[in-house]
């Protein structure tokens, strides 16, 4: 159809100017019509040819009627029994999804054509189908992606060795090798408790050394933790797949993942992020090997992964989260807490809906297990923000690094200084609630010798920086004090909150540490203390515990609320947060950033809380007489109204290494309307309390 000038007219280039002023404010790259150009004198194109066959009053008008009878030629008559009623038909453009429109036109027709024939149209549904309908179940869907080496001069046999070995000879020569599998089972449920745990596997597979052009995967078959005989307490993930060339050739691929039963924070990253992988000409692995390799995921590809569960058949947006957080737990483990997007805990006291966590407005984390000289795992996280620092971020007790990166704030620690271009290291040492270490006894001493040292030595031997920053808080802050008394090195300026080496406790804190009531309840038998309430209310010692303090922490906290979870915390420690500085989100699910201590801790803890300093775990002062280990930058921050920590504790302490050394490096900032760990994760502490933590690093960056 022919229409001179049409995409000239004004109203097109309004339209066009809106568009691109819309696009813009989306984020997104305006691309205009190709065709709609000066060149072309701004043609345009419909989104179907308009007409064709009008529809009109007679033939004058156009080729049908209103029923889709076609005209003879002329006036209003028309041949018999030949029908028009598509999309043809409509005389005018019907622009996006124009189906409804013709669709109606045509029952019309036909439901006319019917009545002037004497048909009769049956619009009854149809009837009940005879097979029993089955419920569906839930599925799981995700995308892999790994890179790595493959080498086709490579030693037969099972060992290790032998896949590192073509690994290294593969990188030498860069010959590479990639897949994106796409692995999905129609029934979650099954696939988690069954031992082969089969699910199938699509997708395709590059590598030079086998074809020039990807593979693809057909007869694919993934076992999620097959237990193998060998080595002991360990299963395999494995990948099973038939690869086909565009020419034809095929090869069997069969890779695994080597897991251990129990896996600690030490190996499973490296467990769950290494393929060891055999190719075999033909159909399966009892043909002739090609060759060995080994591919591995990058954290940000794994984080990726993640986003890409996909629950299918879920019959709520509630039973998907849940199902989407158990495959999670089940698949990558401790790692779901960093990458998985959900927070699910079917433990809970009071049963609650899955969590979908919103995104972190970070890359994706790196983590580091370490060993500790006295044999406990750690883990650090990395969130590589920029060449400032390295800072390391230490939580409290009874809590972890999650309290630096919860999303149930607007802007946490983690997110603020990643923004202002830090290279950001959380630790979680041996009390975390994330390590398995956090239900055996330990003290700060312990702590102080072992867990700091090596996560600075850990920090520095990946990054090559002579020194590193340190945010601390609390438990973790009175431990990492302790630590620099001790000897500890390269550290080169630290901000604390709340507590440095001197102590004073509010009269229920004291009172509750002068009756030496953790000592009391060690020889009660009761190893640790728990801000989390099971959800059978656990046992008569839980129950009884539970009873007592909830009359005892609603007098004690500074305003009221039906949480068994605050009540819990409120006796543990004493009221840790003002009410009003936290948002409803963060409250309801204290559970995810508090549970258990040890009683061990506890007892070393209010030692030091009787003497209002740190010494020993028995007691003697074996730190503050090397305060000259202290002469660094820090900063003192303590809540105006923090009743677990009095903020005389900073001053004391500001005031010691003022009178010695050159004060001009101490700096300490009281926060008005706070309390204790809400100066981490107060709705408002990004505005109220992290510019003073940043002002404080950025004088060492």
Not at 50 to 70: F, I, P, R, T, Y
Not at 309 to 332: C, I, M
Not at 527 to 548: C, F, I
Request: charged letters at 20%; glycine letters at 8%.
């Amino acid at each position: 159809i022919r229409w001179p000038n049409v995409g000239e007219q004004e109203n097109f280039i309004l339209g066009n100017e809106n568009l691109a002023k819309a696009t813009a404010a989306l984020g997104g790259e305006y691309v205009e019509n190709p065709i709609w150009t000066p060149l072309l004198k701004h043609s345009l194109i419909s989104v179907h040819p308009l007409g064709g066959c009008n529809m009109g009053a007679d033939a004058s008008q156009g080729v049908v009627n209103h029923k889709g009878q076609v005209f003879t030629g002329a006036g209003t008559e028309v041949h018999d029994n030949l029908y028009i009623s598509d999309g043809s038909v409509v005389p005018t453009s019907l622009a996006v999804n124009p189906l409804l429109t013709i669709s109606a036109i045509t029952e019309r027709c036909c439901r006319l054509m019917a009545e002037e024939h004497g048909w009769t149209i049956d619009y009854s549904l149809p009837s009940a189908p005879t097979r029993k309908h089955q419920e569906s179940k839930l599925g799981i869907r995700f995308t892999e992606t790994m890179k790595g080496y493959f080498s086709t001069s490579a030693q037969s046999g099972d060992d290790l060795e032998t896949f590192r070995v073509a690994a290294s000879m593969a990188k030498e020569a860069r010959s590479e090798m990639a897949f994106t599998l796409t692995i999905f089972s129609h029934d979650l449920d099954n696939m988690l408790k069954n031992a082969d745990h089969a699910a199938k596997i699509t997708g395709t597979v590059n590598c030079a050394a086998l074809s020039a052009q990807p593979m693809t995967v057909s007869e694919g078959v993934f076992n999620l933790f097959e237990r193998m005989p060998f080595p002991p307490d360990t299963r395999h993930m494995i990948y099973s797949m038939q690869l086909t060339t565009e020419e034809g050739k095929t090869f069997f691929f069969k890779g695994y993942k080597l897991v251990k039963d129990d896996p600690d924070v030490l190996d499973i990253w490296p467990d769950t992020s290494t393929l060891y992988v055999s190719v075999y000409a033909g159909n399966d692995d009892t043909q002739p090997l090609v060759g060995k390799g080994i591919l591995h995921i990058k954290p940000e590809d794994f984080a990726v992964q993640m986003t890409t569960l996909e629950v299918t058949n879920a019959t709520s947006y509630a039973q998907k989260l849940e199902a989407t957080a158990r495959f999670g737990k089940f698949f990558a483990g401790v790692l779901w807490e960093s990458y998985g997007g959900i927070f699910y805990n079917p433990h809970r006291s009071v049963p609650k809906a899955p969590r979908k966590k919103r995104q972190l407005r970070t890359c994706a984390p790196e983590i580091h297990g370490f060993t500790t000289q006295d044999g406990v795992n750690l883990r650090l996280t990395r969130y590589r923000g920029g060449s400032k620092g390295p800072v390391m971020l230490v939580h409290g007790l009874g809590v972890a690094s999650t309290i630096f990166s919860t999303d149930m704030i607007g802007t946490n620690l983690l997110e603020y200084l990643y923004a202002h271009d830090y290279d950001v290291w959380l630790l979680d040492f041996r009390v975390s609630i994330l390590l398995p270490a956090a239900k055996t006894q330990c003290n700060g001493d312990q702590i102080a010798n072992y867990d700091y040292p090596a996560a600075i030595a850990k920090i520095r031997s990946i990054t090559g920086a002579d020194s590193v920053q340190a945010m601390v808080h609390c438990y973790g802050s009175t431990t990492f004090f302790m630590s620099m008394l001790a000897g500890l090195q390269h550290v080169r300026s630290i901000a604390c909150s709340q507590i440095a080496t001197n102590i004073k406790v509010a009269p229920v804190t004291a009172l509750k540490t002068g009756l030496h009531l953790p000592g009391f309840l060690d020889r009660l038998g009761v190893e640790s203390l728990t801000a989390r309430v099971a959800a059978d209310g656990g046992s008569w010692l839980d129950k009884l515990y539970d009873k007592a303090l909830s009359i005892y922490a609603l007098k004690e906290a500074q305003g009221l609320c039906n949480s068994d979870t605050c009540h819990r915390i409120t006796f543990m420690y004493a009221s840790l947060y003002r009410h009003e500085t936290l948002n409803e989100l963060l409250h309801e699910n204290l559970d995810e950033l508090f549970a258990e201590a040890n009683i061990e801790t506890f007892e070393h803890l209010a030692l030091m809380c009787r003497l209002g300093e740190v010494v020993n775990a028995a007691g003697e002062n074996t730190y503050l007489p090397h305060l000259d280990r202290l002469n660094l930058p820090i900063l003192f921050i303590s809540g105006a109204q923090n009743i677990c920590y009095l903020p005389e504790s900073t001053e004391i302490t500001y005031n010691l290494l003022r009178e010695r050394f050159d004060p001009k490096q101490y700096s300490r900032e009281v926060i008005p309307g706070y309390g204790h760990i809400d100066c981490i994760f107060g709705r408002n502490a990004a505005v109220d309390v992290y510019p003073f933590i940043l002002k404080h690093l950025e004088q060492t960056a």
